[in-house]
């Protein structure tokens, strides 16, 4: 039976279990705290230690290394790293996973370096080891254990290193002033000496390497201690061998100090350390032998490794790479103008500020006597020029145009120039280089064009400009009595003073002149970029429509981009700087996001802004990843013509108005368009008397236009009386007979009462006997449009217009006539750019609407003729 335990032993464990919690929460913060610490003690030392030094001598001592000595660290580097690789040898042995000293060198070589410089070796080390070990098939956890062997390889070789070089030095250690006595550091040897063995005899309990294992590894990692604090022993000048061993106890104990800190790569700790513990090396050569020493040990490794990597994952990365890259190249077109553009405007502002101050009276005097006055003068004032003239190219290289892009370019290059000529100012000078290479970087963000490169006037004609007023300028210099050059000549006002005059002159010249150039050349392009598409078959496009406004194509005022295998196009028209689609684009569905983005690209490309017109709620998700904004603009009236009958009360209307029109003698026909030319010269003169009776004119490009050609392509209803022609109408039908509209209607003034309603209604009728499903009554502008008070501003006004704007059109009384016919109202939109670019666009609009398809033709054939 066994004795309970009793009272007095189960207290002090229950306070161990009560404990327990307690101390894993304070864990952490104390871990944090010491390191905090370590880093605030390593500050102080070294702002003391900065105070005492001169920085220009430290670099001149540094610069005095011999050659030799930088050999022999670089040897000793190499020898350290060399014993390194040998740590995941003996641990990928130690867990039954050899593999070829290549692998296992790449790995422990990478996994090092990227430590040293980095810090956090277990996460660093760790994920270098994993991405050369994983692709050699070896898991995470036989990784890890090759990570943990060898980090208790390296700390083995600390302590041992830390104990040899205590018991080794015989001489009282100075810690930052204070003395530690002989006794002890010995006795602090004696005692790392003992847990090192200690530790060697558990391993065997704690899972590790036995105590023959342990030792080999110890021995390698003193040798690779060694070397390594060797490369710091050689760096430094006029030292004795008597020297290595205090040395090595600070080189160590700066190792553990840094590693405590968490300062990755124990930058400055591990230097203050070194410092604090050798006062007997001066300090000014020591801080300049660690200088070299963190190049040596710490940056050239780091580069090798990386080519390393690269090298070693290049076929594993190639794919991703090239997607990175390409990602990268987007993203630098998508964002980089807007950030370029600040970049520039800060380096106009940088020149302006600078030519503001004075100039380095030191500077001056180093150019006095190289550069000729007038230059430096002419160098200031060119550069203020430069600089006024970025800030105004800014905004041009936020709208993407080509010529910022190119004009930018040589003047950071000139400002660069004229910073260094006007007083030495390399700074600037380098700042607008590396804003140069920026905006190259970026290139190809900045595709939209301009006059300077797609235009007549660009370097014929600007060379010739140019050359003309230097010409005129070096004529003045040599025909003025001139005298030596003074600031005060630019201020001078006398009778006499030509010469004054002239200064004055040619700087008003050149600034008038590069300002009309610049203008020139910024403005968009008189030649726009059409698509190059090849010759578009319409009517093949056309038999594939289900909407039979897509008749529009055949008015002959309209541009044409054609999708895959002619089975749908898009119709539009350039009017200044709009490109104006008109309606859904026609033919297969799948083809229109493709049409409507190459479109939105070209009008981008030449400056331009997209306004869709009148298009249906289909194509609105296709606006809005164009990334254009929606506005209503009405609803279109269509009639179901398989419900659509003259029985009910609802058509007595109708009713009333075919029997009227009958009774005065109203005979409806439709005319084949087979017959319809010789019937142009009377329905032309309906046509004629319609329009001169309105006061109006032809219109283009949302509707048609009375054009012999246009009309000869339609069938055509006429309505007779007496056998002479009182009223037409164009019929547009699509080809599988979805829908039936009209286009043009006219009618003399004579005609009988009803007779358009009598014209609808046989229309319909006929296109139900025909098969017809729909029939289009058209747009009802601003109808349907919520006018409440949360509603945008254009929605309230468009509102109170429909209401009330009869007196411009008849905007409700539209809607209340082709309510008669009992339509089905579908919403029309129009998307633009947004902003004032909706205004502007829309007034295009208007203007290609009013002035006819003579314009519409002008503007055509002028594309056309640019383009070639």
């Not at 004054?500 to 970029?529: H, K, N």
């Not at 319409?538 to 008749?551: F, K």
């Not at 298009?615 to 603009?633: N, S």
């Not at 296109?767 to 058209?778: P, T, V």
């Amino acid at each position: 039976m066994i004795a309970a335990a009793s009272p007095s032993r189960q207290k002090p464990a229950a306070c161990v279990a009560h404990l327990k919690p307690l101390l894993r929460k304070l864990a952490v913060p104390a871990q944090l705290a010491i390191a905090a610490l370590v880093l605030a003690l390593a500050a102080l030392c070294l702002h003391r230690l900065a105070l005492s030094l001169n920085f220009h001598a430290l670099m001149r001592t540094a610069r005095e290394i011999p050659g030799w000595r930088l050999a022999a660290a670089l040897a000793l580097t190499a020898a350290s790293y060399l014993l390194l690789t040998t740590y995941d040898v003996m641990a990928l042995r130690t867990i039954g996973s050899p593999q070829p000293y290549r692998t296992a060198a790449l790995a422990s070589f990478t996994s090092y370096t990227l430590s040293h410089n980095l810090g956090f070796g277990i996460l660093t080390g760790a994920a270098a080891r994993l991405r050369i070990y994983g692709a050699k098939g070896l898991g995470a956890s036989e990784v890890a254990r090759v990570t943990a062997i060898a980090g208790i390889t390296f700390w083995t070789g600390v302590l041992a290193s830390a104990a040899l070089a205590l018991l080794l030095h015989h001489r009282p250690l100075v810690i930052a002033q204070h003395v530690l006595p002989l006794g002890a550091q010995h006795m602090a040897g004696a005692v790392l000496l003992a847990l090192l063995g200690g530790g060697a005899l558990l391993a065997k309990r704690w899972h590790l390497p036995g105590p023959e294992a342990i030792a080999r590894m110890t021995f390698v990692a003193l040798a690779d201690i060694a070397a390594a604090c060797g490369t710091l022993y050689v760096l430094l000048p006029h030292t004795g061998i008597a020297l290595y061993a205090p040395l090595l106890l600070a080189y160590v104990l700066a190792i553990v100090v840094a590693l405590v800190s968490h300062v990755p790569g124990g930058l400055g700790v591990f230097e203050a350390t070194v410092v604090a513990l050798c006062p007997q090396i001066p300090a000014g050569e020591l801080v300049a032998a660690l200088l070299v020493y963190r190049i040596v040990y710490y940056l050239v490794p780091l580069a090798l490794a990386l080519v390393l990597l690269l090298r070693h994952e290049h076929a594993r990365w190639r794919r991703s790479a090239m997607l990175a890259l390409k990602a990268g190249e987007t993203m630098m077109v998508s964002f980089a103008p807007r950030a370029v553009a600040v970049l520039v405007f800060l380096g106009g502002a940088i020149l302006l500020l600078s030519g503001a101050t004075p100039a380095l009276p030191e500077r001056m005097a180093d150019i006095r006597g190289v550069v000729p006055l007038p230059f430096v003068e002419a160098s200031q004032i060119a550069a203020s020029l430069v600089g006024t003239v970025l800030l105004l190219l800014a905004p041009a290289l936020y709208r993407r145009l080509d010529a910022a892009f190119l004009l930018t370019r040589a003047l950071l290059l000139a400002g660069a120039a004229f910073s260094l000529i006007k007083g030495l100012d390399w700074e600037e000078a380098l700042t607008l280089l590396a804003v140069a290479g920026v905006l190259q970087a970026a290139r190809g963000g900045f595709w939209r064009r301009t006059a300077l490169t797609a235009d007549v006037m660009s370097a014929n004609w600007v060379l010739a400009m140019v050359a003309t007023i230097a010409l005129v300028i070096v004529i003045g210099y040599f025909t003025q009595t001139f005298p030596a050059y003074r600031g005060s000549l630019w201020w001078k006002f006398a009778w006499s003073g030509d010469a004054s005059r002239y200064l004055r002159t040619s700087f008003a010249v050149a600034v008038a002149m590069s300002a009309a150039i610049l203008l020139a050349f910024l403005r968009p392009s008189r030649r726009a970029v059409l698509p190059d598409d090849g010759p578009l078959d319409v009517d093949a496009a056309l038999h594939h429509a289900t909407r039979s406004e897509s008749m529009l194509a055949l008015t002959g005022d309209k541009l044409f981009l054609a999708g895959p295998e002619g089975r749908s196009m898009l119709m539009y028209q350039v009017q200044g700087h709009s490109w104006i689609v008109m309606g859904d684009p026609v033919g297969e569905p799948t083809d229109w996001p493709e049409l409507l983005w190459r479109l939105r690209e070209r009008a981008d490309a030449n400056q331009g802004r997209v306004l869709l017109y009148q298009i249906t709620p289909e194509v609105l998700p296709i606006a809005i990843d164009m990334g254009l904004q929606l506005m209503k603009y009405g609803e279109e009236a269509r009639v179901d013509l398989s419900r659509f009958g003259l029985e009910g009360p609802a058509a007595r209307p109708l009713r009333h108005a075919m029997r009227r029109a009958e009774r005065e003698g109203a005979e409806f026909a439709i005319v084949p368009a087979a017959r319809v030319p010789s019937l142009l010269s009377e329905i032309r003169a309906v046509s004629n008397e319609w329009l001169r009776a309105k006061g109006q004119r032809e219109k283009a490009f949302s509707v048609g236009r009375f054009d012999d050609a246009y009309i000869a392509r339609c069938d055509v209803a006429v309505i007779r009386c007496e056998g002479r022609v009182v009223a037409f109408a164009n019929l547009w039908k699509t080809a599988g007979r979805e829908e039936l509209s009209v286009d043009l209607m006219r009618h003399r003034a004579d005609v009988p009462y009803g007779c358009m309603d009598f014209l609808f209604t046989r229309l319909m009728l006929w296109g139900r006997q025909e098969g017809y499903a729909w029939f289009n009554l058209g747009l009802a502008p601003l109808s349907g449009i919520e006018a409440r008070r949360l509603a945008p501003t254009w929605a309230r006004a468009a509102g109170m217009l429909f209401r009330h704007g009869e007196a411009f059109y008849g905007f409700e009384g539209l809607r209340n006539y082709k309510e008669k016919f009992s339509p089905v109202w579908e919403p029309r939109y129009i998307a633009c750019n947004g902003g004032m670019a909706t205004g502007r666009a829309l007034l295009d609009l208007q203007a290609l609407i009013s002035d006819g398809k003579a314009s519409a033709a002008r503007q055509r054939n002028r594309l056309r003729r640019e383009a070639r």
